[in-house]
Structures are given as structure tokens and as C-alpha cells.
Nanobody, 118 residues
Framework: QVQLVESGGGLVQAGGSLRLSCAAS????????MGWYRQAPGAQRELVAA???????NYADSVKGRFTISRDNAKNTVYLQMNSLKPEDTAVYYC????????????WGKGTLVTVST
């Protein structure tokens, strides 16, 4: 099993910044993808950013140029630096890690709330 613990959410004014962190622990594996989804009230969960263990990243179009994902493999931690925040970024942000292989197994964190006020 793998446990994911997010931190760094909170309330921020539009135009501000926040940095989310997600630390993974337990039975880790080297071939993986870590990243972030978010879910706004009444909306479906959507991918925000992902970072593979080989170093590739991808972002949702809505956050490109504003959010940056990074990871520290030694600490099994992924970060999401969020700049120029907008009210529409308000959501619960969920960290995930995919164990890659013939069968992909995904683990989720419990989520951290980000609220962007006008």
C-alpha cells in the first residue's frame, strides 16, 4: 500500500500564489507517475499536472504558464507551484501516484482545499 499526504492548501486572493506538496510513503516503486487532479464544486475531477519518473510533464491548458509541477524522487514528494491564481482555480486538489506496469494501479491522497477569492 501507498499513502499520500497533501499539504499547502488554503485561502488566497486572486493573483496570489500557493505551493502544494504531496509526500508518498509505504511500498514505493520506481516506475511511476505522480501528479495532481482537482475537483471544483459540481464539476468532474480533472487532471491539472503530471510528472513521470522519467522526467516528462504535462499540464491542463487552463494552468499552462501559471502552474509548475516538480518532484523530489529522494523524498517521494511532488509539488505544485501555483501562481497568478484565479477564482476558477478554486477546488479540492488531489495528489495521485500511478504504479506503472501491465496493470496501472492508482493511489489517491485525501485532497487539500484551495480557495481563491476575488
Amino acid at each position: 500500500q501507498v499513502q499520500l499526504v497533501e499539504s499547502g492548501g488554503g485561502l488566497v486572493q486572486a493573483g496570489g500564489s500557493l505551493r502544494l506538496s504531496c509526500a508518498a510513503s509505504g511500498n514505493m516503486f520506481s516506475d511511476n507517475t505522480m501528479g495532481w487532479y482537482r475537483q471544483a464544486p459540481g464539476a468532474q475531477r480533472e487532471l491539472v499536472a503530471a510528472y513521470t519518473s522519467s522526467g516528462r510533464t504535462n499540464y491542463a491548458d487552463s494552468v499552462k504558464g501559471r502552474f509548475t509541477i516538480s518532484r523530489d524522487n529522494a523524498k517521494n514528494t511532488v509539488y505544485l507551484q501555483m501562481n497568478s491564481l484565479k477564482p476558477e482555480d478554486t477546488a479540492v486538489y488531489y495528489c495521485y501516484i500511478d504504479r506503472l506496469g501491465p496493470l496501472v494501479i492508482r493511489y489517491w491522497g485525501k485532497g487539500t482545499l484551495v480557495t481563491v477569492s476575488t
